[in-house]
């Protein structure tokens, strides 16, 4: 049935069709917008469409060129939201809510009542991409298949035609109606309600308000490191042209490039003679006179060759693997289109196998040009009018449940111990320090739970640190842990001079025994082989099967758990994780060894990690609740990301001591009970927190600190 489209043209057909929201109960809606940048106060919504019954749908518009309501477009609008954005009795619908949440936002309005997100219960019922409505239309109502087709992309949305711009919206909103009606249903039958309505719709809520707000930068201190990553990008790439192979094989690259460019031409030479032209000469002395140029080093802006490219794959590849006078190393994989990779860990694996010094030093280039180009350079055009960047946490943005992150992508901000100087650009408000609190192990504590491993438990009860006591387990001195642990503290305080000293030969064993424990910690978790840890930890595959087959002596619990799982996986194709979510991996039946084998890999890993991101997400739940509400922790209190298993807020000093203990109550234990049925047995989730200026000096909390001279002790 095609969509019926009313356009509102006056104050009482927008009062006419919020009668009709309350009447139905429902208002499923969609902005169309000049940009996305909700946040930005030159762009404004063109329109917003509304269906409250399936089959048809009603446009307001707004900011666009041709409305009627375009000098009070916000009056308009804030008359709708009043008496249906924020009537709790109103079910408010969209694909993406966040997006709209976060224009509500804009214009002051904060939606009421039971929100759904049409996408989410999409990515509920299946977690695999796309989400995206059109591709849903497509497979759902193929009698609407390609309907944004009749926008055209090439205009810029506030130059759009009114009328194919309205009914484009419209059909956004009645389709995503129809999607409600088909898909809360099925929720419901299959068990996923809870984990939609109580924790996927919740982090709607969060996460729009805490992208609204964004992260405050320093602008002047990232101007500044703008200057210094110019210069330590200069100088990598000076030393890496400088390279005594690199230097070698270009000039013996240049003489092969003059005598094919020359060769090449000879060829043509030969071919007009043979040819018979009758103006063979002027066309033979036109070739030889580009000769004598090519000798002379005058070339064309084709044929020129303008020194070696490092992000150039076929340069690289030649230099590395192919080339006769390259490096001639062996390559590790190929890349889709045949070629030899050179991606980073590529490099990684076979820069061992390089004298040169070359891909050490390229690694270093590689990482200063990533480093500046993604978190440097590239974020100073991100910065709002009030030096915020707004980045997008993508609720739906993996498979297993975990967040991800874009513009900019905070998961992959440098840790401290890397790039200390590229945290610090983040700070709080004037009045605000930064608190930061960490998910201590939280994979491993629910590997713990899931495995019901005795003695990891047994490690987590005892506020073990896991990656030491591994190191312990496997060396049959877990007794001795206390001892371990001062001295590896010990040797993490010493230069690496210090450690070369053989008197130190103790304390450099047990902090290799620590880092190849936390590197096979992890490895288990991902499904890692032989291959690619001995890869990781630099020992051969028989090796890297005996570190493993020592790790599951130590951790017999998880071996069996694994076992448990892989088994279900076989049967069932799907795997669950504690919070509901469900992981359905059909390729267990997979006749193919390596899509069966990702399978059973998957079957290991996505509970474990979407349980371990669903906790923290939880917490924040929980904790904007808590804020809310303002009677347990300060109304002003603002959550400013969330990373991988770490949560950062905005707090004035004089709360920190009283909030604190509070936070670490409700993340250490949420009330997953009460919403979703389930609690922990074996183990706590446990958070540690951290206090600072900026993100780049974190330190840990300590109850004694007098907080409220920080503050003064900057301005000073």
């Known amino acids: 049935m095609p969509s019926k489209l009313k356009i509102c043209k006056s104050k009482a057909d927008v009062r ?43 446009i307001i518009p707004l900011g666009h060129k041709d409305s009627p309501f375009q000098k009070n477009w916000r009056k308009i609008l804030r008359l709708f939201a009043k008496q249906v954005i924020e009537d709790f009795n109103i079910v408010k619908i969209a694909w993406n809510f966040k997006f709209e949440y976060k224009w509500w936002l804009s214009i002051d309005i904060m939606p009421k009542g039971r929100l759904f997100d049409a996408m989410l219960a999409k990515y509920c019922l299946d977690e695999e991409p796309p989400h995206g409505l059109k591709e849903h239309v497509t497979q759902f109502y193929p009698e609407f298949a390609g309907y ?67 992260i405050r930068i320093d602008r002047p201190y990232l101007e500044e490191i703008m200057g210094i990553y110019k210069t330590k990008i200069a100088d990598s790439d000076t030393t890496l042209r400088s390279n005594r192979r690199l230097l070698k094989y270009e000039r013996k690259y ?56 490092f992000n150039s794959p076929k340069q690289m590849g030649e230099f590395l693997y192919s080339s006769s006078f390259g490096l001639k190393l062996k390559p590790l994989k190929q890349t889709k289109s045949g070629g030899n990779s050179t991606d980073e860990e590529s490099i990684e694996a076979i820069k061992t196998h390089d004298r040169s010094g070359f891909m050490d030093q390229l690694l270093i280039h590689r990482g200063l040009v990533k480093l500046d180009s993604t978190y440097i350079s590239g974020i ?16 739906h943005g993996t498979v297993t449940g975990r967040l991800s992150c874009g513009d900019p992508n905070l998961q992959n901000i440098p840790r401290d111990t890397t790039s200390s100087d590229i945290k610090k650009m983040f700070i709080p408000p004037p009045g605000y320090l930064l608190l930061e609190v960490d998910y201590s192990q939280a994979e491993l504590r629910v590997v713990a739970e899931l495995a019901q491993d005795k003695v990891m438990i047994d490690i987590f009860k005892r506020n073990y640190n896991i990656h030491v006591a591994t190191a312990c387990k496997v060396n049959d001195a877990l007794e001795r842990y ?18 070369k000293d053989p008197k130190n030969k103790e304390i450099l064993f047990w902090l290799k025994q620590k880092k190849r424990a936390k590197t096979i910690n992890f490895g ?73 084998f990702e399978a059973l890999r998957q079957a290991i890993n996505t509970p474990i990690q979407g349980t371990s991101s669903d906790f923290a997400v939880f917490s ?51 009330l997953t009970q009460r919403y979703f049925g389930f609690k922990l047995k074996y183990v706590e989730m446990k958070v540690s927190a951290e206090v600072g200026l900026n993100w780049g000096s974190l330190n840990e909390y300590n109850p004694k600190e007098d907080y409220t001279t920080w503050l003064i002790k900057k301005a000073a």
């Not at 206390?482 to 230069?495: F, L, N, V, Y």
């Not at 499904?527 to 493993?548: F, P, Y």
């Not at 950062?648 to 001591?657: N, Q, T």
Request: neutral net charge; proline residues 4%.
């Open 16 to 58: 006419e069709l919020i009668a009709h929201c309350k009447t139905t109960g429902m208002c499923s809606h969609d902005f169309e917008t000049t940009s996305l940048q909700y946040y930005n106060p030159n762009e404004y919504p063109l329109c917003m469409g509304v269906s409250f019954q399936p089959g048809s749908a009603w």
């Open 148 to 214: 944004e087709d009749k926008i055209d992309k090439k205009v810029a949305w506030a130059d759009k035609d009114a009328d194919k711009l309205y009914e484009y919206c419209g059909l956004d909103t009645d389709l995503t109606l129809r999607s409600f009606i088909y898909m809360e249903p099925r929720l419901i039958k299959g068990g996923f309600y809870n984990l939609f309505r109580n924790l996927l719709m919740m982090a709607v809520r969060v996460f729009g308000e805490s992208e609204y707000r964004g």
């Open 254 to 309: 240049k003489k092969h490039h003059l005598r094919n460019l020359i060769e090449k031409v000879e060829l043509e030479i030969e071919e007009i003679e043979e040819d018979d032209n009758p103006n063979a000469a002027t066309l033979i002395a036109n070739r030889n006179k580009k000769i004598q140029n090519y000798l002379a080093g005058t070339f064309s802006n084709k044929d020129r060759y303008d020194g070696f490219n």
């Open 380 to 395: 100073h055009p991100l910065l709002d009018y009030v030096d915020r960047v707004h980045a997008n946490f993508k609720i």
């Open 482 to 499: 206390d001892e371990i642990k001062a001295i590896i503290k010990k040797g993490d305080a010493m230069s690496g001079d210090e450690l």
């Open 524 to 596: 288990i978790l991902y499904g890692q082989g032989a291959k690619k840890l001995s890869i990781e930890l630099e020992c051969t595959e028989a090796e890297a099967e005996q570190i493993i087959e020592d790790w599951f002596k130590a951790y017999p619990g998880v071996r069996r758990w694994i076992k448990r799982q892989q088994r279900f996986c076989l049967k069932n194709e799907y795997v669950t994780n504690m919070f509901g979510r469900k992981r359905r991996l059909y390729n267990a039946s997979s006749p193919k060894p390596y899509e069966k």
């Open 620 to 670: 924040t739940v929980i904790l904007r609740e808590e804020i809310t509400r303002g009677k347990l922790l300060p109304p002003d209190m603002q959550m400013c990301y969330e990373v991988h298993d770490s949560i950062g807020f905005y707090i004035r000093p004089a709360d920190i001591h009283r909030v604190i203990p509070i936070v670490k109550k409700i993340c250490d234990n949420p």
